[in-house]
Protein backbone atom coordinates (compact mmCIF):
# COMPACT_ATOMS: atom_id res chain seq x y z
CA UNK A 1 0.00 0.00 0.00
CA UNK A 2 1.53 3.38 -0.95
CA UNK A 3 2.62 5.40 2.60
CA UNK A 4 5.42 7.52 3.91
CA UNK A 5 6.78 6.63 6.85
CA UNK A 6 6.78 8.45 9.64
CA UNK A 7 9.91 7.55 10.99
CA UNK A 8 12.44 7.21 8.00
CA UNK A 9 10.30 9.24 5.39
CA UNK A 10 10.64 6.38 2.96
CA UNK A 11 8.23 6.90 0.60
CA UNK A 12 5.91 3.28 -1.15
CA UNK A 13 4.01 1.79 -3.10
CA UNK A 14 3.83 -1.74 -1.71
CA UNK A 15 4.03 -0.92 2.15
CA UNK A 16 2.84 -4.52 3.70
CA UNK A 17 -0.57 -4.09 5.22
CA UNK A 18 -0.03 -5.77 8.85
CA UNK A 19 -3.54 -5.44 9.95
CA UNK A 20 -6.24 -4.58 7.80
CA UNK A 21 -8.80 -2.14 10.61
CA UNK A 22 -8.54 -0.39 13.93
CA UNK A 23 -10.83 -1.44 16.48
CA UNK A 24 -12.80 2.13 16.36
CA UNK A 25 -12.62 2.77 12.77
CA UNK A 26 -15.85 5.23 11.37
CA UNK A 27 -16.91 5.94 8.18
CA UNK A 28 -14.63 9.05 8.21
CA UNK A 29 -11.44 7.10 9.57
CA UNK A 30 -10.32 3.86 8.86
CA UNK A 31 -7.01 3.06 8.12
CA UNK A 32 -4.90 0.36 7.96
CA UNK A 33 -1.40 -0.88 10.07
CA UNK A 34 1.41 -1.35 7.55
CA UNK A 35 4.81 -1.78 8.13
CA UNK A 36 7.80 0.26 6.84
CA UNK A 37 10.12 -2.47 4.92
CA UNK A 38 12.91 0.27 5.33
CA UNK A 39 13.37 0.81 9.09
CA UNK A 40 10.52 -1.94 10.30
CA UNK A 41 8.55 0.59 12.32
CA UNK A 42 4.45 -0.36 12.43
CA UNK A 43 2.29 2.44 11.67
CA UNK A 44 -0.68 3.51 10.50
CA UNK A 45 -1.99 5.11 7.51
CA UNK A 46 -3.78 7.54 6.01
CA UNK A 47 -3.00 9.94 9.24
CA UNK A 48 -5.50 11.38 11.45
CA UNK A 49 -4.67 14.96 10.34
CA UNK A 50 -3.92 17.65 13.29
CA UNK A 51 -7.50 19.28 13.18
CA UNK A 52 -9.14 15.69 13.75
CA UNK A 53 -6.47 15.14 16.24
CA UNK A 54 -7.48 18.35 18.44
CA UNK A 55 -11.01 17.14 18.34
CA UNK A 56 -10.03 13.35 19.15
CA UNK A 57 -8.21 14.52 22.27
CA UNK A 58 -10.90 16.96 23.20
CA UNK A 59 -13.80 15.23 23.28
CA UNK A 60 -12.16 12.33 25.06
CA UNK A 61 -12.88 9.78 22.16
CA UNK A 62 -10.19 7.17 23.60
CA UNK A 63 -11.39 6.77 26.82
CA UNK A 64 -15.46 6.67 25.64
CA UNK A 65 -14.09 4.12 22.57
CA UNK A 66 -12.96 1.83 25.03
CA UNK A 67 -15.50 1.92 27.87
CA UNK A 68 -18.80 3.49 26.30
CA UNK A 69 -20.96 4.28 28.56
CA UNK A 70 -19.72 2.23 31.36
CA UNK A 71 -17.44 4.89 31.61
CA UNK A 72 -17.01 5.80 35.55
CA UNK A 73 -14.64 8.34 36.86
CA UNK A 74 -13.73 6.84 40.01
CA UNK A 75 -13.32 3.72 38.53
CA UNK A 76 -11.21 4.90 35.72
CA UNK A 77 -8.72 7.02 39.15
CA UNK A 78 -8.25 4.08 40.68
CA UNK A 79 -7.30 1.77 37.77
CA UNK A 80 -4.94 5.25 36.71
CA UNK A 81 -3.51 5.06 40.25
CA UNK A 82 -1.86 1.54 39.57
CA UNK A 83 0.23 3.14 36.52
CA UNK A 84 0.80 6.70 38.45
CA UNK A 85 2.32 4.87 41.90
CA UNK A 86 4.30 2.22 39.19
CA UNK A 87 6.10 5.69 37.61
CA UNK A 88 6.80 7.06 41.13
CA UNK A 89 8.14 4.09 42.68
CA UNK A 90 10.39 3.50 39.13
CA UNK A 91 11.31 7.96 39.02
CA UNK A 92 12.37 8.15 42.63
CA UNK A 93 15.41 6.86 42.67
CA UNK A 94 16.80 9.54 39.84
CA UNK A 95 15.17 12.21 41.25
CA UNK A 96 16.52 15.39 43.22
CA UNK A 97 14.91 17.99 45.69
CA UNK A 98 16.43 20.47 42.86
CA UNK A 99 15.29 18.85 39.37
CA UNK A 100 13.04 20.39 36.79
CA UNK A 101 10.59 18.06 35.38
CA UNK A 102 8.52 18.31 32.45
CA UNK A 103 6.00 15.25 31.60
CA UNK A 104 4.31 15.45 28.06
CA UNK A 105 1.29 14.56 27.92
CA UNK A 106 0.29 14.74 31.73
CA UNK A 107 -3.31 14.13 30.93
CA UNK A 108 -5.30 14.67 33.95
CA UNK A 109 -1.89 15.52 36.10
CA UNK A 110 -1.97 12.60 38.22
CA UNK A 111 1.49 11.37 37.93
CA UNK A 112 2.63 15.26 37.91
CA UNK A 113 1.09 15.94 41.07
CA UNK A 114 2.32 12.46 43.04
CA UNK A 115 5.57 13.45 41.80
CA UNK A 116 5.74 17.25 42.58
CA UNK A 117 6.63 17.05 45.99
CA UNK A 118 9.88 15.39 44.98
CA UNK A 119 11.23 17.47 42.92
CA UNK A 120 12.11 21.54 42.59
CA UNK A 121 9.48 22.25 39.31
CA UNK A 122 6.83 20.13 37.84
CA UNK A 123 5.53 21.16 34.50
CA UNK A 124 3.08 19.29 32.08
CA UNK A 125 2.21 19.23 28.46
CA UNK A 126 -1.18 18.01 27.81
CA UNK A 127 -3.52 19.01 24.30
CA UNK A 128 -6.89 17.67 25.73
CA UNK A 129 -8.58 20.80 26.66
CA UNK A 130 -10.73 19.05 29.56
CA UNK A 131 -7.81 17.35 30.63
CA UNK A 132 -5.63 20.36 30.83
CA UNK A 133 -8.37 21.94 32.56
CA UNK A 134 -8.63 20.17 35.44
CA UNK A 135 -4.52 19.84 36.15
CA UNK A 136 -4.68 23.46 36.61
CA UNK A 137 -8.16 23.72 38.20
CA UNK A 138 -8.50 20.94 40.92
CA UNK A 139 -4.94 19.75 40.56
CA UNK A 140 -3.40 23.62 40.84
CA UNK A 141 -0.60 21.81 38.50
CA UNK A 142 1.85 24.15 35.77
CA UNK A 143 0.31 22.78 32.72
CA UNK A 144 0.45 24.16 29.12
CA UNK A 145 -0.84 23.61 25.49
CA UNK A 146 1.48 22.02 23.29
CA UNK A 147 3.66 22.35 21.07
CA UNK A 148 6.61 22.34 23.14
CA UNK A 149 8.69 24.53 21.67
CA UNK A 150 5.93 27.33 22.11
CA UNK A 151 5.58 26.27 25.77
CA UNK A 152 7.92 29.30 27.20
CA UNK A 153 10.68 26.18 28.76
CA UNK A 154 14.13 27.52 27.80
CA UNK A 155 16.46 25.27 25.65
CA UNK A 156 18.36 23.43 28.34
CA UNK A 157 16.30 24.03 31.10
CA UNK A 158 14.83 20.51 32.59
CA UNK A 159 16.44 17.50 34.20
CA UNK A 160 13.93 15.10 33.80
CA UNK A 161 11.32 14.42 31.04
CA UNK A 162 8.88 11.85 30.71
CA UNK A 163 6.28 10.78 28.24
CA UNK A 164 4.13 7.92 29.40
CA UNK A 165 2.12 6.31 26.39
CA UNK A 166 1.92 9.32 24.91
CA UNK A 167 4.58 8.60 21.64
CA UNK A 168 2.47 6.00 19.61
CA UNK A 169 0.14 8.77 19.28
CA UNK A 170 2.33 11.11 17.64
CA UNK A 171 2.43 11.54 13.82
CA UNK A 172 6.37 11.66 13.20
CA UNK A 173 7.98 10.80 16.87
CA UNK A 174 11.49 11.61 16.09
CA UNK A 175 11.09 15.72 15.79
CA UNK A 176 8.36 15.34 18.85
CA UNK A 177 11.65 13.55 20.60
CA UNK A 178 14.40 15.85 19.43
CA UNK A 179 11.86 19.50 21.27
CA UNK A 180 12.12 17.18 24.62
CA UNK A 181 15.86 16.60 24.04
CA UNK A 182 16.00 20.85 23.39
CA UNK A 183 14.80 21.57 26.12
CA UNK A 184 16.84 18.55 28.57
CA UNK A 185 20.20 19.70 29.72
CA UNK A 186 22.83 18.20 28.48
CA UNK A 187 23.16 14.45 29.85
CA UNK A 188 19.49 15.06 31.39
CA UNK A 189 17.50 12.00 31.48
CA UNK A 190 14.77 11.19 28.89
CA UNK A 191 11.77 8.61 30.05
CA UNK A 192 9.35 7.11 27.58
CA UNK A 193 6.60 4.18 27.83
CA UNK A 194 5.02 3.28 25.44
CA UNK A 195 2.75 -0.13 24.44
CA UNK A 196 4.59 -2.96 23.22
CA UNK A 197 4.13 -4.50 19.37
CA UNK A 198 6.21 -7.28 20.78
CA UNK A 199 3.52 -8.52 23.16
CA UNK A 200 2.74 -12.06 23.26
CA UNK A 201 -0.48 -11.48 23.28
CA UNK A 202 -0.69 -9.90 20.03
CA UNK A 203 0.87 -13.28 18.96
CA UNK A 204 -1.41 -15.60 20.55
CA UNK A 205 -4.76 -14.16 20.19
CA UNK A 206 -6.21 -12.85 17.18
CA UNK A 207 -9.17 -10.85 19.34
CA UNK A 208 -6.50 -9.45 21.20
CA UNK A 209 -4.10 -8.52 18.29
CA UNK A 210 -7.78 -6.72 16.73
CA UNK A 211 -7.92 -4.69 20.15
CA UNK A 212 -4.48 -3.68 20.17
CA UNK A 213 -4.88 -1.52 16.87
CA UNK A 214 -6.71 1.57 17.68
CA UNK A 215 -7.13 4.98 15.93
CA UNK A 216 -5.98 7.34 18.48
CA UNK A 217 -2.03 5.22 18.29
CA UNK A 218 -0.43 6.00 15.20
CA UNK A 219 2.91 4.80 15.93
CA UNK A 220 3.49 0.98 17.17
CA UNK A 221 6.63 0.16 18.43
CA UNK A 222 8.98 -2.91 19.43
CA UNK A 223 12.05 -2.99 21.01
CA UNK A 224 14.35 -2.49 18.85
CA UNK A 225 12.45 0.32 16.42
CA UNK A 226 11.73 1.75 19.68
CA UNK A 227 15.29 2.08 20.34
CA UNK A 228 16.28 3.17 16.80
CA UNK A 229 13.98 6.31 17.33
CA UNK A 230 15.06 7.41 20.52
CA UNK A 231 18.97 7.10 19.37
CA UNK A 232 17.72 9.05 16.32
CA UNK A 233 16.78 11.72 17.87
CA UNK A 234 19.49 12.16 20.08
CA UNK A 235 19.70 10.55 22.58
CA UNK A 236 22.21 7.47 24.18
CA UNK A 237 19.86 5.32 25.37
CA UNK A 238 20.97 3.58 28.75
CA UNK A 239 18.10 0.66 29.05
CA UNK A 240 14.96 -0.66 27.41
CA UNK A 241 13.08 -2.85 29.82
CA UNK A 242 9.51 -4.20 29.62
CA UNK A 243 6.68 -3.57 32.12
CA UNK A 244 3.63 -5.66 32.45
CA UNK A 245 0.56 -3.67 33.36
CA UNK A 246 -2.52 -5.91 33.27
CA UNK A 247 -2.73 -9.21 35.13
CA UNK A 248 -2.11 -13.14 34.43
CA UNK A 249 -6.86 -12.53 34.30
CA UNK A 250 -6.74 -10.47 31.88
CA UNK A 251 -4.55 -12.80 29.50
CA UNK A 252 -6.84 -15.70 30.49
CA UNK A 253 -9.81 -13.55 29.99
CA UNK A 254 -8.84 -13.30 26.06
CA UNK A 255 -7.43 -16.20 25.78
CA UNK A 256 -10.77 -17.52 26.91
CA UNK A 257 -13.70 -15.01 26.22
CA UNK A 258 -11.58 -13.54 23.28
CA UNK A 259 -12.32 -9.73 25.10
CA UNK A 260 -10.40 -7.77 28.04
CA UNK A 261 -11.36 -7.27 31.23
CA UNK A 262 -11.70 -3.35 31.13
CA UNK A 263 -13.12 -2.59 34.92
CA UNK A 264 -9.64 -4.65 36.46
CA UNK A 265 -7.05 -5.45 34.17
CA UNK A 266 -4.23 -4.94 36.29
CA UNK A 267 -5.72 -6.33 39.68
CA UNK A 268 -7.70 -9.16 39.12
CA UNK A 269 -6.11 -11.85 41.36
CA UNK A 270 -6.74 -12.42 45.43
CA UNK A 271 -5.93 -16.05 46.42
CA UNK A 272 -1.91 -16.39 46.97
CA UNK A 273 -1.64 -19.13 44.82
CA UNK A 274 -3.39 -16.90 41.86
CA UNK A 275 -1.14 -13.95 43.39
CA UNK A 276 2.23 -16.16 43.29
CA UNK A 277 1.14 -17.38 39.47
CA UNK A 278 0.96 -13.42 38.42
CA UNK A 279 3.75 -12.71 39.54
CA UNK A 280 5.60 -15.12 37.75
CA UNK A 281 3.80 -14.38 35.11
CA UNK A 282 4.59 -10.74 35.07
CA UNK A 283 8.02 -11.72 35.24
CA UNK A 284 8.79 -14.04 32.19
CA UNK A 285 6.94 -11.24 29.76
CA UNK A 286 9.11 -8.10 31.46
CA UNK A 287 12.60 -10.40 31.49
CA UNK A 288 12.35 -11.38 27.61
CA UNK A 289 10.30 -7.82 26.96
CA UNK A 290 7.19 -9.24 25.25
CA UNK A 291 5.00 -7.29 28.01
CA UNK A 292 2.42 -5.18 26.77
CA UNK A 293 4.44 -2.28 28.34
CA UNK A 294 8.13 -0.87 27.12
CA UNK A 295 10.14 1.57 29.12
CA UNK A 296 13.05 3.32 27.53
CA UNK A 297 15.72 5.16 30.04
CA UNK A 298 17.84 7.51 27.62
CA UNK A 299 20.05 10.55 28.41
CA UNK A 300 20.46 13.69 26.24
CA UNK A 301 23.65 12.99 24.07
CA UNK A 302 24.37 16.73 23.75
CA UNK A 303 27.35 17.11 25.85
CA UNK A 304 27.70 20.91 27.93
CA UNK A 305 30.28 21.63 25.27
CA UNK A 306 28.08 21.25 21.95
ZN1 LIG B 1 10.60 3.69 7.93
Known sequence: ????????????????????????ATDDYAPKALKCSTCGIVFLWPRMDAAAQQVFYDSNTQLLNTHGD?????DYTRRTRADVMRRVAFLTPHLSMDHRLLEVGCGY????????GK????????????RQAFAKDELRLDVRSPPLSTAGIPPASIDIACAFQVLEHI????????????????DGLLIVEVPNFADLYVRLSAPYRAFHFQSAHLVYF?????????????????????????????ALHWLTKGRPQLKRPSRNVESGLARAADRLYRRCLESTRRSDTLICIARNARTAAD
Open 1 to 24: MSATCPVCDTQSGDFPVIHAAVRD
Open 70 to 74: DFDWD
Open 109 to 116: GFFLSEIR
Open 119 to 130: VATAIGIEPGAA
Open 171 to 186: DRPIPFLSEIRDVLRP
Open 222 to 250: APATLQRVVEASGFTVESLIGAQRYAFGN
